[in-house]
T-cell receptor, first 112, second 114 residues
Framework: DVKVTQSSRYLVKRTGEKVFLECVQDMDHENMFWYRQDPGLGLRLIYFSYDVKMKEKGDIPEGYSVSREKKERFSLILESASTNQTSMYLC???????????FGPGTRLTVL | QQQVKQSPQSLIVQKGGISIINCAYENTAFDYFPWYQQFPGKGPALLIAIRPDVSEKKEGRFTISFNKSAKQFSLHIMDSQPGDSATYFCAASKRSGGYNKLIFGAGTRLAVHP
């Protein structure tokens, strides 16, 4: 079974802190994605990566950056956390030959 | 601009009943329409998906109906069970290179009462 793991289930940070969210997948997938999930808004794509060191902006990239130094690992970085970034963050991966995305369990981030 | 509109926001169905969730899309270039199911504390998981060359796809109690001319698709859950209680997301995408960039609907919270 595909497994996508995220470094933390819950995280509490202060405004202005730099925050790192880590995601690891074990199926050698080429594509990896970061979403945020908010009630009434569904899942919104922040960034995605289709290869090591390659990244593309999604629909809401402002305030975020990403890093993909290894194929299995995709990091989401909040350079200076703000309260409006309090949300559930979901990582997903997919193979280049399939439309199916496999999701991790999510990280609930609270910024105080 | 929301490209995939999903309704209703929430749905209550009695055990054994039919649950119906609807989605509408705007971009006629979309060519892949999945439904994801999410249980509390879990990430979404693919439930069923359809491509626009067919009008219906059935997998067990779950059916996608697709209307290309109306740019609408829906999920039908037959004989709904309490274990189906979850949040359901429709999505749409157009394949670009080696990846599908999914656009999700806002989600429907389904509660199936015994």
């Amino acid at each position: 079974d595909v497994k996508v793991t995220q470094s933390s289930r819950y995280l509490v940070k202060r405004t202005g802190e730099k925050v790192f969210l880590e995601c690891v997948q074990d199926m050698d997938h080429e594509n990896m994605f970061w979403y945020r999930q908010d009630p009434g808004l569904g899942l919104r794509l922040i960034y995605f990566s289709y290869d090591v060191k390659m990244k593309e902006k999604g629909d809401i990239p402002e305030g975020y950056s990403v890093s993909r130094e290894k194929k299995e690992r995709f990091s989401l970085i909040l350079e200076s956390a703000s309260t409006n970034q309090t949300s559930m963050y979901l990582c997903a991966s997919s193979s280049s030959g399939s439309g199916e995305q496999f999701f991790g369990p999510g990280t609930r981030l609270t910024v105080l | 601009q929301q490209q995939v509109k999903q309704s209703p926001q929430s749905l209550i169905v009695q055990k054994g009943g039919i649950s119906i969730i609807n989605c509408a899309y705007e971009n006629t270039a979309f060519d892949y329409f999945p439904w994801y199911q999410q249980f509390p504390g879990k990430g979404p998981a693919l439930l069923i998906a359809i491509r626009p060359d067919v009008s219906e796809k059935k997998e067990g109690r779950f059916t996608i109906s697709f209307n290309k001319s109306a740019k609408q698709f829906s999920l039908h859950i037959m004989d709904s069970q309490p274990g189906d209680s979850a949040t359901y997301f429709c999505a749409a995408s157009k394949r670009s290179g080696g990846y599908n960039k999914l656009i999700f609907g806002a989600g429907t919270r389904l509660a199936v009462h015994p």
